[in-house]
């Protein structure tokens, strides 16, 4: 009854939420061919727009758009995080309204923060897109989510998050996460088996502390749980399966921006979907790099009339793949990469490694909170830790020999033990910082 009456709320106080999920229903309706066909002409009516009404993309476009078809679109240059930072006003529609407009602004994880334009209209359809997330775990209008949130600026009056009145009627309560010790967790925990959610959703860095906490001290987590929604960070297999052993539910993996958000999301058979009723997703070979080989990805907006972003690089790894799925959704699959550019590490003797060659190197060391990889210079690695317990000599030592003999002879390797890792300034986790990032090396983290 509580559920119905909350979902009558919610749907009355946005009622253009509630037509976006509809939408997005039906076209979730569709065959694969007539999914596709759908996104070819949503893509040839954006690029066509953004041509017509954008400063940046009329000069940009213009001269392969001059003799009136529309080229191949992997012609179309690629939109840098640079061209957003420098050409920001150009990129907004002249049929904007500026009274509407507001400003956000990314954490820059990537090491490249920047801000864009977004209006009501884009914040409805973003949460009508989540919305049509959680319902792949089972979860319905009107039950429980709540959120352990990184980000200060989503979790005050007028973010991303409600508060109040309206937490209750949308039945979703946020908890601000972007700093916690280990008293905190546990009162987290315990927050969880008093309000009985049906949904949690959040950073995986902090999920994952709050299963730890859960599983150690042998706080049992309530049966309501169908399922965990793991969002703005990378997530681990690690993490995955201590958050499914302590909250006894599956974890969705969700992708997405700020800039652009809905760009794919999890199924129950485990399956990446992109929605390509949202986006244009393509994956482009990285040149030039060693270790585990992944696709830089460069995603458009489909629905953005407001800021059009085509062929944006979005600072995210990642591969398509063919097939489909035994779940029943339309939507191709992808798997995400565990590299953000600015998580490259490079040698003086020119290598270059992704971020996943450092993931398995302190497997079985259990006694491990958090670690995090940091390239001060070209020879010099720092691996920072939180830990019960120091790393033994002989663990060291393999290491240290590990790393010269497969990256390069000369990198050397200091370990440093801290009470706690700092997080970026969106509340993010980063395992891997390339030396492009680290403060006083050019570029901010």
């Not at 280990?182 to 949904?199: D, G, N, T």
């Amino acid at each position: 009854m509580i559920e119905r009456l909350r979902h009558a709320l919610h749907h009355w106080r946005y009622p253009q939420r509630y037509a976006h999920l509809d939408h997005l229903l039906k076209t979730q309706a569709l065959d694969r061919t007539q999914l596709l066909a759908k996104q070819q002409r949503d893509l040839a009516n954006i690029v066509a727009f953004a041509a017509s009404h954008t400063p940046y993309y009329a000069e940009t476009f213009g001269p392969l758009l001059g003799s009136g078809r529309l080229p191949a679109f992997n012609v179309l240059p690629i939109l840098k995080k640079d061209d957003v930072i420098c050409r920001l006003d150009d990129l907004l529609a002249h049929t904007a309204d500026r009274s509407q407009v507001k400003s956000g602004h990314t954490g820059g994880s990537t090491g490249k923060p920047l801000a864009f334009y977004y209006d009501d209209a884009k914040h409805e359809l973003m949460r009508a897109g989540m919305m049509r997330s959680y319902r792949l775990s089972g979860w319905r209008p009107g039950q429980k989510i709540l959120n352990f949130w990184g980000a200060r600026q989503d979790v005050v009056p007028g973010g991303v998050f409600g508060s109040g009145l309206f937490d209750f009627i949308a039945a979703e309560h946020t908890l601000a996460a972007f700093e916690y010790t280990e008293a905190q967790l546990v009162e987290w925990a315990r927050f969880i088996q008093s309000y009985r959610p049906v949904l949690l959703q959040g950073y995986a860095s902090v999920l994952s502390e709050v299963a730890r906490v859960a599983i150690d001290q042998r706080m049992p987590m309530p049966q309501t749980l169908l399922g965990v929604y793991s969002t703005a960070e990378v997530l681990t297999d690690s993490q995955r399966q201590l958050m499914q052993r302590a909250f006894g539910c599956k974890v969705f993996n969700q992708y997405g921006s700020r800039e652009i958000p809905n760009i794919a999301c999890e199924c129950r058979h485990g399956n990446m979907h992109v929605f390509t009723d949202m986006v244009y997703l393509e994956s482009v070979p990285l040149e030039h790099t060693t270790g585990e080989p992944d696709n830089r990805l460069l995603v458009t907006s489909l629905t953005n009339r407001l800021m059009p972003m085509i062929r944006y690089d979005i600072g995210d790894s990642g591969r398509l793949l063919d097939g489909e799925c035994a779940c029943g959704l339309p939507f191709p699959l992808m798997e995400m990469g565990m590299c953000r550019q600015n998580d490259l590490i490079r040698t003086r003797r020119g290598k270059t490694l992704y971020p996943s060659y450092f993931n398995h190197l302190l497997d079985g060391q259990t006694q491990i909170r958090q670690y995090q990889w940091v390239q001060h210079d070209l020879d010099r690695l720092a691996l920072n830790l939180v830990a019960a317990r120091p790393l033994d000599a002989g663990t060291l030592a393999s290491l240290q020999a590990r790393i010269r003999r497969e990256v390069d002879e000369q990198l050397m390797l200091e370990v440093n033990y801290l009470d706690d890792i700092p997080r970026t300034v969106s509340g993010k986790h980063r395992f891997v910082i390339g030396m492009a990032a680290v403060p006083g090396n050019g570029h901010k983290t």
